[in-house]
């Protein structure tokens, strides 16, 4: 599902409880994280959709590079070359989407969470057991601003992965802040502002500590990797995060 404009420029792309974004200026468009491979249709329809063309899209930067944030990254290479920005210690987790590490064994969580099933289901549907890897070609750095559309700034965010970066749009007032906070947890199916189930988080401690950056951009609306857009500001979500802890 398209959400155009959830603030002017940046669109949101949801399919299977696993959100991505275009950042749209007058250089073209940036994909932020490149979903479930089932995205691919969706992609194209949201670009048509926004009056752009493909070649508009100049850029895809990951957050993390888990398999449901490269879903179609090495099919937009293959299509059309666009450079892959991401941390340098994403760079092994993108070319290998599922050697990931994480605190506890994934299998427990769906019958502990009985609501979690039908988003793992659907996420399955939409091609998350097949995912191929893809090359990163461009570093993101701390505090940097990166070179793409939209102009984001990089907000080192180490924990659900260990490099990690949420991006904020200081002109739009916003901030994407990937899996290091988010307002849906696919593993238990909880929604509101919370870090990811420990099943999907190499450090949550680390990542705990990580939400003092992302409070840092004061951003007004808060953008997550699964989950609806949170409009009550990331100093609020950062605390009802710290609240309810990791699952
Ligand atoms: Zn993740
Ligand atoms: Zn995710």
Known sequence: MLTQNVVPGVHQIEHAHVNCYLIEDDDGLTLVDAGLPGVWNELGRAIRAVGRRPDDLKAL??????????????????????????????????????????????????????????ILGSMVMAG?????????????????????????????????????????????????????????????????PRLVARAATADSQAAMQSLDALAGTQAGTVLTGHGQPWRAGIEDAVEAARQHGAA
């Open 128 to 192: 998350a057991v097949a995912v191929r890897g893809v090359e990163t070609t461009e570093e993101l750095s701390a505090e940097t601003i990166v070179p793409v559309p939209g102009r984001p700034r990089v907000i080192p965010s180490p924990g659900h992965t260990f490099g990690h970066c949420a991006l904020h749009l200081p002109d739009r007032d916003v901030v994407l802040t990937g899996d290091a906070l988010v307002t849906l947890d696919p593993y238990t199916g909880q929604t509101g």
């Open 61 to 118: 930067v990951l957050t993390h590079a888990h398999f449901d944030h490269v879903g179609v990254a090495r099919r937009l290479v293959q299509r059309q070359g666009l450079p892959v920005y991401a941390h340098p210690d994403e760079r092994t987790l993108a070319a290998h989407p599922y050697r990931y590490a994480h605190e506890r064994p994934a299998a427990a969580y769906p019958l502990q969470h009985p609501r979690a099933l039908p």
